[in-house]
């Protein structure tokens, strides 16, 4: 068999979501189709077979596509053991791993609760696809689980590779940047984030994939316990729990 290199694009749907489309030139995979349409154009384009379809969480702007998809292309769907989910589908939780052979791919499942209880995420050596659990220089808000599970989850994903590239599903990283900057003015990283995810989005580019590393210097959720932002929040605990609530708190009303 022909090997083919893999290739990881963006496909926009709504106001500022991305749909991660993988493929090597003949088949594909992609990860949160909550919009059918242009993942059908694409594919079309791209003369693409949809072999595989992963699902981070049960929200609809991630889950809405995936039956039009099925009905056009015979795909495994892949979706958290923890949620419901409306369509034929393999059950996978903490620990499992999916093999995705035709794209010469595997992912280990991790059980990330606090965007929503059942969120998980997809990571290799190379790539983390995290849904709405973590964001550039941010983190999805916490509409089912606690802060502790949010923070927690974080922390999880602290621990990877920072060489590792990241891939959520939403286009907020410049308003998070803007935010973070409020939390910490003088970080250098941080204003070299800024600069530089203002020139991507001038020419309508994504500010995505970051990476672990770019997270651990730019985002204030993985930094809790920096002294610039303990003292910045005026927190009455200084705990990394305490300091994390009350950014998640503050962003929320940003």
């Known amino acids: 068999m022909q090997n083919h290199q893999l290739y990881i ?4 749907a709504f106001d500022d979501n991305y749909i991660w489309l993988l493929h090597n030139t003949q088949d594909a995979i992609v990860i949160d189709p909550g919009d059918a349409g242009p993942v059908l154009a694409e594919l079309n384009i791209k003369k693409l077979k ?3 379809i992963l699902i981070t969480h049960h929200h609809a702007d991630h889950t809405l596509g995936v039956n039009k998809l099925l009905e056009e292309y015979p795909a495994i769907v892949y979706a958290p053991k923890y949620e ?4 034929n589908h393999i059950a996978i939780s903490e620990g499992d791993v999916i093999e ?3 794209l010469n791919l595997r992912f280990n499942v991790m059980w990330l609760p606090g965007h929503t ?3 998980i995420a997809y990571v290799n050596d190379n790539q983390l696809f995290c849904g709405d659990v973590l964001f550039g220089a941010g983190c999805g808000r916490i509409f089912e689980g606690s802060p502790k599970q949010m923070l927690h989850s974080l922390n999880r994903l602290k621990k990877l590779n920072p060489l590792i590239q990241v891939f959520c599903t939403h286009e907020y990283t410049a308003k998070n940047i803007d935010f973070a900057l409020s939390l910490e ?5 941080l204003i070299n984030r800024k600069h530089h995810v203002s020139l991507q989005r001038e020419n309508n580019q994504p500010s995505l994939p970051s990476t672990i590393q770019l997270e651990l210097d730019t985002n204030p959720f993985l930094r809790c316990q920096q002294p610039t932002i303990v003292q910045k929040v005026d927190s009455n605990h200084s ?3 305490s300091v994390f609530t009350k950014i998640r708190f503050l962003r929320n009303h940003y």
Do not use: S, V
């Open 185 to 189: 003015p003088d970080n250098q990283m």
């Open 117 to 119: 209880l059942g969120h």
């Open 100 to 102: 995705l052979p035709t």
């Open 239 to 241: 705990d990394e729990l």
């Open 84 to 87: 419901q989910f409306r369509f």
């Open 9 to 12: 694009e963006p496909i926009p």
């Open 50 to 52: 949809l072999k595989a």
